[in-house]
C-alpha cells in the first residue's frame, strides 16, 4: 500500500509554488492558503513526487491530467468560493480541485465520467478530513449535471466544453456562478456565467487556456 507522507521539503515547495502564483496575478488569499494546505503530490502517481510542484499539468489514469496549478487557482478565484456554498464540479479527475473546494469550505458535489477515475475516489487519502457531507463523489454524465442535488450556487466545468450546457444552467441558483472553459479553435476560453433573478445569463471572457475535452456520457 502507498506510504502518504507530507514531509518538510514538500511544504516549502508548495510554499514557494504559492508566491509564485501570487506572482503571477492570483489575489484571492483564501484560493492561496486552501491550496497551500493540501498536498499535491498526494493526487498523482509518486513517480511524479519531484516536479509535484511546478506549475504545469501532470499525466494521471485514462489519458487525463491533474490541472496546472495556475488553472486550478484561477478558476476557483473566479468562482467567489464562500464557505457552505454548494458546489458542482464536472470532471472530478485526480480529486485535487475538488479538494481545493472543500478545504474553502464548500459543500462539493463531484461527477466524473472515466470510471476508473470514479473508483479511485473510493480510496481518497482526504476523505476523514472531508467527509461525504463536504465533498460528495458520483459516476455520471456532467452534461447531465446533478439535478437531486440542485440548485448551486456555483457550478465549475475542469475539461473543455465545445457548448454551454443547458442543463447545467437550469440547475444554477439565480444569482449563481459558472466557471467554464469554452472550446474555441485550439484553446478555450474561459467564461465566468451569472444566473440573473430572470434566469438569463450574464458572460465575462477570461484567457485562453488549454484543456481535455468535455466529452457526454458514462466510460466504463
Known sequence: MREYDDTYRHKGLRKKLMDSLREKGITDESVLLAMGNIPRHFFMDPGFDSVAYEDRALPIDVDQTISQP????????????????KVLEIGTGSMYQATVLAEMGAKVVTIERQKKL???????????????????????????GQPAFAPFDKIIITCGAPFVP????????????????????????????????????????????????????KNE
Open 166 to 217: 443547458p442543463k447545467l444552467i437550469q440547475q444554477m441558483k439565480s444569482g449563481g456562478i459558472m466557471v467554464i472553459p469554452l472550446a474555441e479553435d485550439e484553446h478555450h476560453k474561459m467564461l465566468r456565467i451569472t444566473k440573473k433573478e430572470d434566469g438569463t445569463t450574464e458572460e465575462e471572457t477570461f484567457s485562453d487556456f488549454s484543456f481535455v475535452p468535455m466529452l457526454p456520457g
Open 70 to 85: 495556475y488553472t486550478v487557482a484561477f478558476q476557483t478565484q473566479l468562482l467567489k468560493i464562500r464557505p457552505n456554498d
Open 118 to 144: 470514479y473508483t479511485a475516489t473510493k480510496d481518497f487519502i482526504l476523505r476523514k478530513k472531508y467527509p461525504s457531507a463536504s465533498l460528495k463523489f458520483i459516476y455520471g454524465d456532467g452534461f447531465e
